[in-house]
């Protein structure tokens, strides 16, 4: 699909550009050319033959088509999918990195500052964080013999 | 289960991944993050970005917890280097190193000491007011630490962290109605959180199951938080294990329920209408249903089921396991 999301894009923007120049071209022509069909005070547009018509058309289509295809992933907007999603998932990686060498991963529980949902109560509530407890379960582990 | 991450930790670090973690320290700490030549200059070689500090407050927490002490006075001094000292972050963060260090009880009312001291200056320092009520609480001082929890609150009560504390220092005191009421409070700010929901649920049944006799509007009311966190997210393991363990603890109680003996009763409780004998079999089977295909994909390691706790799908196996039904 990507692949083919790329040569719609690249098909598309070469066939518009041409159309476009094609246009130009051929309004310069009819510009200059004393043969006006018009003969009252407005200026009016010569029109536009149609093969660059289809050409423009086409090309146009093309590169939505090819846009529409290479756009990620549409998100949920249904709050229970969404959710249901990062419970069912977890934080994916966004493909990034820090420049501290960290993966950049996707969203998580927006509630996760409330501590409400984790394993061990109140995990997850910085303000309230129980570092002592913390590095007792720390010690405890490794005199266990530092096993999962 | 993706590795735990510095930049987005998990709410709970199991000491495996904390040593991990802190392990990366002596790699991130080699270079500062700020840069040491004058102003103008220091704009152009800096090399922080928006994630550093993230990752530094986070290295910081996994090292205290590790008891990495030397990186942690490392970060500290980035951080008072950077924000100065009397930023308040820094002096909580200056305050959990101080916490850390103290080897006993006396030398943790020092500490407490000099929050009070930080709190009489500035009386509106919150986050030196949560970590007076965590050092209380790892004191065991607990109606200390609710009546200063409870003054947070009263001054402010948005702070819906401050009300989910509350709500837990007073579970543990077993006072679930004034537990309940905290709770409540989360909900107010956060109505979508299925956490809070499936947490009121638990206050709820956990009150009914310390009274004498089971009672329905209490578990009647427990079964609806737990039906409202499955509507807000409907994978969410915690809430169909608890409504699963709702509706077989209700489902006897409504087969000999008699509606008529309750009229005679007035308590405050009486406008929560139990739910009907039917609604609560469907409700259970569903949950039984959803639990069977989250034990099973998970155990098959299908892509976009692996996020769960193995300790939350265990429990569920065990549930499950109980009923004599064979998943795998």
């Known amino acids: 699909m990507p692949f083919l999301a790329a040569v719609l894009n690249t098909m598309g923007l070469v066939f518009l550009t041409h159309a476009i120049y094609s246009t130009h071209e051929h309004h310069s022509l009819t510009a200059s050319s004393p043969y006006k069909t018009s003969t009252t005070a407005i200026p009016s547009f010569p029109s536009i033959p149609l093969d660059i018509l289809i050409e423009l058309l086409a090309s146009t289509l093309a590169l939505l088509t090819g846009i529409v295809l290479s756009s990620p992933a549409l998100k949920p907007i249904q709050w229970s999918t969404w959710s249901s999603s990062l419970s069912r998932s977890g934080r994916k990686s966004e493909g990034k990195y820090t420049k501290e060498n960290i993966e950049v991963l996707g969203e998580g529980d927006p509630f996760q500052f409330l501590g409400l949902d984790s394993v061990r109560e109140g995990e997850g509530r910085r303000g309230f964080w129980d570092g002592r407890g913390a590095r007792g379960e720390y010690v405890g582990w490794v005199k266990a013999g530092g096993k999962a | ?328």
């Open chain 2, 1 to 328: 289960m993706s590795q735990p991450n510095l930049l987005t930790p998990p709410a709970h670090i199991s000491p495996q991944s904390a040593l991990h973690l802190s392990q990366k320290a002596p790699l991130i700490l080699s270079k500062p993050p700020t840069s040491s030549l004058p102003w103008p200059l220091s704009l152009l070689s800096s090399s922080e970005s928006p994630e550093t500090w993230t990752t530094y407050e986070n290295l910081f927490y996994t090292c205290l917890q590790t008891g990495d002490d030397a990186s942690a006075r490392q970060i500290l001094s980035f951080f008072s280097n950077r924000f100065s000292e009397t930023n308040e972050r820094v002096i909580v963060l200056r305050g959990l190193y101080e916490e850390l260090q103290a080897r006993n009880k006396v030398e943790l009312e020092a500490v407490l000491k000099k929050y009070n001291q930080l709190i009489s200056e500035d009386p509106t320092r919150f986050l030196v007011r949560k970590r007076k009520v965590a050092v209380l609480k790892s004191l065991e001082e607990m109606e200390e630490a609710i009546g200063e929890c409870v003054r947070l609150v009263e001054e402010s009560p948005t702070d819906v962290e401050g009300w989910a504390e509350l709500g837990e220092l007073y579970k543990s005191q077993n006072l679930f109605p004034q537990a309940i009421y905290c709770l409540e409070e989360v909900l107010l700010s956060c109505p979508n959180s299925w956490g809070a929901h499936a947490t009121l649920a638990t206050l709820h049944h956990l009150s009914s199951s310390s009274a004498p006799t089971p009672s329905i509007p209490s578990l009647t009311l427990s079964l609806r938080h737990f039906c409202r966190s499955i509507e807000l997210n409907d994978s969410y393991l915690r809430g169909f294990y608890g409504l699963k363990v709702l509706s077989s603890e209700l489902i006897p109680l409504l087969q000999n329920y008699n509606p008529s003996s309750r009229r005679n009763q007035h308590n405050d409780e009486e406008d929560v209408a139990p739910p009907k004998l039917e609604t609560v079999k469907k409700l259970e089977e569903l949950a039984t249903g959803k639990l069977g295909e989250i034990v099973r994909r998970y155990g098959a390691g299908d892509n976009g089921w692996t996020g769960y706790e193995e300790s939350e799908i265990a429990a569920a196996r065990k549930l499950l396991d109980k009923e004599g039904k064979v998943v795998r």
